[in-house]
């Protein structure tokens, strides 16, 4: 499961692919349910900044912020923004902030999780912060679930 951070009412834009039914030849399956048969499948794509994290990485980048909620979803408008971006400054210029969300490696028998670390939470609260400083200029809200 993950959760995604986005802006309201972004501009949305399609991007184009290569659909996976072209065989190297160039020959596309006329019967494919992706393209269509025209080789070409596409998707909509948020214009703005957007950010998709796996739920525990989120849920410890919302507990560094100072969200807690049972459920991962939720929305910063106004005040509550204003005080995302405070939360995500202050979490990026002090180490003691991130230590919260910062995972080792863990390993037991076949089980494998990565970690998380400090440049890792870093580079997450950069990519909230971009999204959050843009909905104040656009005068939208973050949501995310």
Known sequence: MSVTFKITNSPIKDVSYE???????????????CCGGTGLSSYPESVWPSANFASANARNLLQILGEWEE?????????????AIKGCLKAINQESKRVGAVREDYS?????????SDDSVTNSLKQIL?????????????VWG
């Not at 459920?71 to 005080?83: N, P, Q, T, V, Y």
């Not at 028998?109 to 998380?116: D, I």
Request: proline residues 0%; contains cysteine.
């Open 71 to 83: 459920d991962l979803w939720g929305e910063w408008e106004g005040k509550a923004l204003d005080g």
């Open 19 to 33: 659909c996976m039914c072209v065989g190297s030849e160039g020959n596309v399956w006329a019967e494919c349910h």
């Open 130 to 142: 971009d999204i959050c400083m843009k909905a104040k200029k656009e005068n939208q809200k973050v």
């Open 108 to 116: 037991h028998g076949r089980y494998h999780e990565h970690g998380y």
